[in-house]
């Protein structure tokens, strides 16, 4: 499997933007850049994905680097919802079903 | 919104009795996966399942373990003989083929004591 890194861990206040970093330089052509976060005591949820080109959901946005070997999660305005921990993950695009393989993550904390 | 639900939300066993965790996956999707996490550690993958089958399984996933989809609505993750090791959250998961995301339930705690 592709290997991600990423802080351990990182503090954010309420209200301001936080960019979570990523990286992946042993990414190949097929795979996808996926994050997932588990709130306390809740099962993982995915969060955005994409491939090459910056994504934007209703909860964050993804810059891609141009070469791809690295992502940011940007929050745009952290809430104290959003501690958590953030998990970077690659899944193979070739097939639909790959699983999600979750390393350590980034623990989020968000003052208030 | 649909969801995975999963029962029961704990669960204690005594070591060396056999427990069953039960899914209930979203109902158009294909494909089933069990994770754990041990209290602290990082989520570990177990086992994938589709088309009535294991598609793929981790070393953890041994003789111990085995997984089923009875009805087609549920999926389960048996343990024969649990260890006081095998204590931790069991997350169910399932995904289609058409959507990149994975969905989890919310995971039974596994206590064995």
């Known amino acids: 499997d592709a290997k991600t890194t990423q802080p351990n861990s990182m503090e954010s206040n309420e209200e301001e933007p936080v960019h979570l970093p990523c990286n992946h330089s042993?990414?190949?052509?097929?795979?996808?850049i996926h994050w997932y976060r588990q709130l306390p005591s809740q099962g993982p949820e995915y969060v955005i994905h994409?491939?090459?080109s910056n994504v934007n959901n209703r909860m964050a946005s993804l810059a891609i680097a141009e070469d791809r070997k690295s992502s940011t999660l940007i929050l745009h305005r952290a809430t104290l919802r959003d501690a958590a921990v953030y998990y970077c993950?690659?899944?193979?695009?070739?097939?639909?079903?790959?699983?999600?393989?979750f390393g350590p993550g980034t623990s989020l904390s968000v003052i208030p | 919104e649909p969801e995975v639900t999963q029962t029961p939300s704990h669960q204690v066993t005594q070591m060396g009795q056999e427990v069953i965790l039960r899914c209930v996956p979203i109902?158009?999707?294909?494909?089933f996966y069990w994770y754990r996490q041990i209290l602290g550690q990082k989520v570990e993958f177990l086992v994938s399942?589709?088309?009535?089958?294991?598609?793929?399984k981790s070393e953890i996933f041994d003789d111990q373990f085995s997984v089923e989809r009875p009805d087609g609505s549920n999926f389960t993750l048996k343990i024969r003989s649990t260890k006081l090791e095998d204590s931790a959250m069991y997350f169910c998961?399932?995904?289609?083929?058409?959507?990149?995301?994975?969905?989890f339930g919310q995971g039974t705690r596994l206590t064995v004591v």
């Open positions: 998961a399932s995904s289609a083929w058409d959507i990149p995301e994975a969905f």
């Open positions: 042993t990414i190949s052509g097929t795979d996808y």
């Open positions: 994409g491939l090459t």
């Open positions: 993950i690659l899944r193979d695009g070739k097939t639909s079903y790959d699983k999600v393989i």
């Open positions: 109902s158009n999707h294909l494909y």
């Open positions: 399942f589709y088309n009535n089958e294991i598609s793929e």
